[in-house]
């Protein structure tokens, strides 16, 4: 028990005395899970819209590809990626391997089936009469998608919360892509994971009690935006 | 509102392109090395002061040496920081690296818990391994191609036993080496490691470790760690220049020294032997 106690005093002796190795870790978590869910709203909420809102012959095997994505083990993702990665794969003369774009990419292919699981079943519970409206009043078809977009735009924010607890969170990709290099692609998971590895828990807690802290304003942002949209 | 959108849209897709670009990285090196290096502290006082010395940044990633090796084919890294000397002289002969060079050496012990059930203690190494196959106790290997895990197959096949790879006593962990150590002390297994991950180990755990070293000192225990440039003729975008400005520096005098007064519980974790 001895050790759990010593190491959460020094988890925030780490926090508040601004360890460099700490922040290097939570610096390269935000800038990396922020490009992977920005990539995966910009590319999911269109194609998460198309998938909800319009009928066509394929729509529901589409679905349920999707939803299958939803749970894709991020090991199988991290391998596919590096495979293509490696200066043998296919975009090996890109340099991905080992950068915190590279990680990003694979992130976003995480974040992705998320976002267009759940905006496809927003935009399905928007008010049909929404669309008749906008049609009759003449609406271009760009003018429906960010019209729709825009009646659905909590549940998108809801969409992209979900997406980055799922990729703040991971460490399958970020370890396999990143490499958990010092300074560079190491995450707060992959230092956690390294860490408790050494045996060295209080830096694992430290690290563990951003994330928490992270998710947590995540989620104190999205509830704040839930209860202006009530307003 | 529809066109509010379409601008934050377009504004957010111009952030992240900047935010892809700023992230490309400048002149750098990149190392695939070892986990003794990384698990006992040595890289974090190395890395600094080669970027201090040459301006050239040096980046590394922790692997087990046969997933080195594989990376330095693969073209992923430019040199490696490896300790397998049959490995490494067949992947020069195969013409995946070139120049290989010695750094430093320690030795490997076989370690165990402090009543040593099987009685290791001052065994010689053949002895200490026959008694180990009994399958009295267990035993934590590294089971992932690493140096140390090539090292403990060959002092299996040299006391003329078979690798014990599906014996229930035998457990593989796939983990770098304190990991691997941490496995062992929760068990209370014997393992082997090398002598700067040991000395690491025991630091972690103060003054008095669960695990203690009982077979050591055999000249078939050696541990030669050596730098290999990946070779510019099998992998065109390797940085040759720069992992020969690695070697170059790492076998200086100064970093030799450097590398000799590294030390944990007042102990040298690897001796500097460039020629």
């Known amino acids: 028990m001895d050790y759990i106690l010593s190491g959460l005093i020094q988890a925030f002796e780490l926090l508040f005395q601004g360890n460099?190795?700490?922040?290097?870790?939570?610096?390269t978590t935000v800038f990396a899970s922020s490009l992977s869910v920005g990539a995966s709203m910009l590319?999911?909420?269109?194609?998460?819209?198309?998938?909800?809102?319009?009928?066509?012959?394929?729509?529901?095997?589409?679905?349920?590809?999707?939803?299958?994505?939803?749970?894709?083990?991020t090991v199988v993702i991290g391998l596919l990626c590096y495979a293509f990665m490696s200066h043998r794969g296919p975009l090996g003369d890109l340099g991905l391997l080992f950068t915190i774009p590279g990680m990003a990419i694979g992130q976003t292919i995480l974040g992705l089936p998320i976002v267009v699981a759940l905006t496809a079943s927003a935009v399905e519970n928007l008010d049909h009469r929404l669309k008749q409206t906008l049609l009759t009043l003449g609406?271009?078809?760009?003018?429906?998608?960010?019209?729709?977009?825009?009646?659905?735009?909590?549940?998108?924010?809801?969409?992209?919360?979900?997406?980055?607890?799922?990729?703040?969170?991971?460490?399958?990709?970020?370890?396999?892509?990143?490499?958990?290099?010092?300074?560079?692609?190491?995450?707060?998971?992959?230092?956690?994971?390294?860490?408790?590895g050494k045996g060295q828990f209080a830096v694992g807690i430290a690290l563990g009690l951003i994330l928490i802290t992270l998710a947590l304003l995540v989620n104190l942002a999205m509830s704040g935006l839930k209860r202006l949209s009530g307003q | 509102m529809a066109k509010k959108f379409l601008i934050l849209w377009m504004a957010a897709l111009l952030l992240l392109t900047t935010g892809l670009m700023s992230a490309w990285a400048a002149d750098s090196v990149m190392l695939a090395t070892t986990t003794s290096t990384d698990n006992t502290g040595l890289m974090d006082i190395?890395?600094?002061?080669?970027?201090?010395?040459?301006?050239?940044?040096l980046k590394w990633t922790a692997i087990g040496t046969g997933k080195a090796l594989e990376m330095g084919k693969n073209c992923d890294v430019d040199v490696l920081l490896v300790h397998a000397p049959a490995a490494e002289k067949k992947y020069v002969a195969d013409g995946f690296g070139r120049d290989r060079t010695q750094v430093m050496y320690n030795d490997f012990v076989i370690i165990g818990p402090?009543?040593?059930?099987?009685?290791?203690?001052?065994?010689?190494?053949?002895?200490?391994?026959?008694?180990?196959?009994?399958?009295?106790?267990a035993f934590v290997s590294r089971g992932d191609n690493s140096g140390t895990h090539k090292k403990e197959i060959s002092l299996w096949k040299k006391a003329g036993m078979a690798v014990p790879d599906q014996q229930k006593w035998y457990i593989q962990t796939g983990q770098g080496m304190i990991a691997t150590l941490n496995v062992a002390t929760e068990k209370g297994a014997y393992s082997m490691t090398d002598r700067g991950t040991f000395i690491?180990?025991?630091?972690?755990?103060?003054?008095?470790?669960?695990?203690?070293?009982?077979?050591e000192g055999d000249p078939g225990l050696f541990n030669q760690y050596s730098l290999i440039a990946v070779d510019p003729a099998n992998c065109s975008n390797t940085k040759y220049g720069l992992a020969k400005r690695l070697a170059e520096w790492m076998t200086s005098d100064d970093i030799q020294k450097l590398i000799g007064n590294f030390?944990?519980?007042?102990?040298r974790l690897f001796i500097p032997n460039a020629r």
């Open chain 2, 46 to 57: 190395l890395a600094p002061r080669f970027e201090k010395d040459t301006g050239i940044e």
């Open chain 1, 20 to 27: 460099p190795e700490t922040y290097s870790a939570v610096k």
């Open chain 2, 263 to 267: 030390k944990l519980m007042n102990k």
């Open chain 1, 43 to 73: 590319i999911g909420a269109p194609l998460g819209f198309c998938l909800g809102y319009a009928r066509f012959p394929g729509a529901r095997p589409i679905r349920v590809v999707v939803d299958t994505m939803l749970s894709l083990p």
């Open chain 1, 139 to 196: 609406a271009e078809p760009h003018q429906l998608l960010l019209t729709s977009l825009w009646e659905a735009r909590f549940a998108l924010a809801l969409a992209g919360a979900a997406a980055y607890g799922r990729i703040v969170s991971e460490v399958g990709i970020s370890m396999m892509i990143g490499g958990n290099i010092k300074w560079h692609t190491r995450t707060i998971t992959t230092a956690i994971a390294m860490e408790t």
């Open chain 2, 200 to 215: 690491k180990y025991s630091e972690n755990h103060g003054v008095n470790p669960p695990l203690v070293a009982l077979v």
């Open chain 2, 114 to 137: 402090k009543n040593d059930p099987v009685a290791l203690r001052g065994a010689s190494v053949v002895e200490a391994i026959k008694k180990l196959a009994t399958g009295k106790a």
